[in-house]
C-alpha cells in the first residue's frame, strides 16, 4: 500500500470520530463507550504484541507504557468525551491540532531547547487561534456556564494531556514494539474507565443500546483504535516524519463533512478564524506552508520532530 494513501486514510477514520462518537453518546455513557472502545481494541493488537517482547519489559518500560496510558488515555478520552457531551463536535479536531504549541513550550521551558524567532512566531499565531475558538462562546454573547465554554476547556484539558507522551514515546519506541505499547496501554486504559462504567450501569443497561450506541462501539474500537493506528504506523516507517505532520490538515475538514450531516453541526466565523490561525501558525513554525496533497491525532507533529501516539479520537 502507497504510504500516503495509507496516511490519508488514517485521517479521515480519525477526522470523522469526533461526530461520530458524539453521536453514539446520545446513546451510551461516556465512561461505559471508551471501556469498550479500548478494551476490544487491546485484544485487537494482542495477537501482533509478541509474548517475547512483552516479557522483557523492564520496570522502566512498564512505567513508561503507564505514563502514556494514563495520560493519553485515562485524561485525554475522558475529557475529551466529556467535551463531547457539551460543545460540538467540529471544535475538537481544531483544538487537538494544538498540541504542538504546548509541545513547542514544554520543549523550551523545561528540556531547554531554544526558542527560534520563526517557531516562536508561528506557535504564537496557533495559539491566538486556539484562544479565538476556545473563548468563541463569550464572543457570541454566552455566559460562562454556557454548555460550549464548558466543552471546548474539556476539549483543552484533554489535549494538554497529551502533551508529555512525546517525551515519553521517544525514548520508549525505541525500545518496546509499537504493538506491545498499544495493546497493553489499550488495556491499562481501559481498565482505568472500568470503575466510572460500574457506576454508570447502575443507571443504564445494555439493553438500552441502540444503533447509535453500537456503531460507536464498533467505530472506536475496529477503526479508530485498530485499523487507523495501523494504518498511521505503516505510513509512519515509510515516510519521513516531517512530511507526516501535512495529513494533520485534513482532520478539521473531514470532522466538518461528517459533522455538517450527521449532527447538523455547521462551522462559523470564529471556527474559521481560528482554523486558518491553526494551521497558518504551525506551517510557519515547521518553516514551510504545505501545499501538496499528501494526520494524527490525532495531528501536527511537534516541533522537534517526535511523535505523537495517542489521538483524541
Request: glycine letters at 6%; hydrophobic letters at 55%; a positive charge.
Amino acid at each position: 500500500m502507497n504510504p500516503a494513501l495509507a496516511l490519508t486514510l488514517a485521517m479521515l477514520i480519525w477526522g470523522a470520530g469526533p461526530p461520530v462518537f458524539k453521536l453514539a453518546l446520545t446513546n451510551i455513557p461516556l465512561f461505559t463507550l471508551a471501556f469498550l472502545r479500548f478494551f476490544l481494541a487491546g485484544f485487537i493488537f494482542l495477537p501482533l504484541a509478541h509474548r517475547t517482547a512483552i516479557r522483557r519489559l523492564t520496570s522502566h518500560d512498564w512505567f513508561a507504557i503507564l505514563a502514556v496510558a494514563l495520560s493519553s488515555i485515562t485524561v485525554n478520552i475522558g475529557f475529551y468525551f466529556l467535551g463531547l457531551k457539551y460543545a460540538d463536535s467540529i471544535n475538537a479536531s481544531i483544538i487537538a491540532a494544538s498540541a504542538p504549541i504546548f509541545i513547542f513550550l514544554v520543549s523550551v521551558f523545561w528540556f531547554g531547547q531554544r526558542a527560534k524567532l520563526r517557531m516562536s512566531l508561528g506557535m504564537s499565531v496557533a495559539f491566538i487561534g486556539v484562544v479565538v475558538l476556545v473563548l468563541s462562546p463569550l464572543l457570541k454573547g454566552q455566559s460562562l456556564a454556557s454548555g460550549e465554554w464548558k466543552g471546548n476547556i474539556f476539549y483543552i484539558i484533554a489535549m494538554l494531556s497529551t502533551v508529555v507522551a512525546p517525551f515519553i514515546e521517544k525514548s520508549a519506541l525505541k525500545r518496546i514494539n509499537i504493538y506491545v505499547i498499544l495493546s497493553i496501554s489499550f488495556f491499562i486504559g481501559a481498565l482505568t474507565f472500568l470503575p466510572f462504567m460500574m457506576y454508570e450501569l447502575t443507571k443504564w443497561n445494555f439493553t438500552l443500546l441502540n444503533w447509535r450506541g453500537a456503531v460507536g462501539i464498533v467505530y472506536g474500537a475496529v477503526f479508530c483504535s485498530a485499523l487507523a493506528y495501523w494504518l498511521y504506523f505503516y505510513g509512519l516507517k515509510r515516510l519521513a516524519t516531517t512530511e507526516v505532520g501535512i495529513f494533520t490538515y485534513l482532520d478539521p475538514f473531514v470532522t466538518v463533512a461528517v459533522a455538517a450531516p450527521l449532527l447538523h453541526e455547521l462551522p462559523g466565523v470564529f471556527y474559521f478564524v481560528s482554523l486558518v490561525l491553526v494551521i497558518v501558525g504551525i506551517s510557519i513554525a515547521e518553516g514551510r506552508l504545505h501545499y501538496h496533497g499528501h494526520w494524527q491525532r490525532r495531528r501536527v507533529l511537534p516541533v522537534d520532530e517526535t511523535t505523537p501516539f495517542i489521538k483524541e479520537t
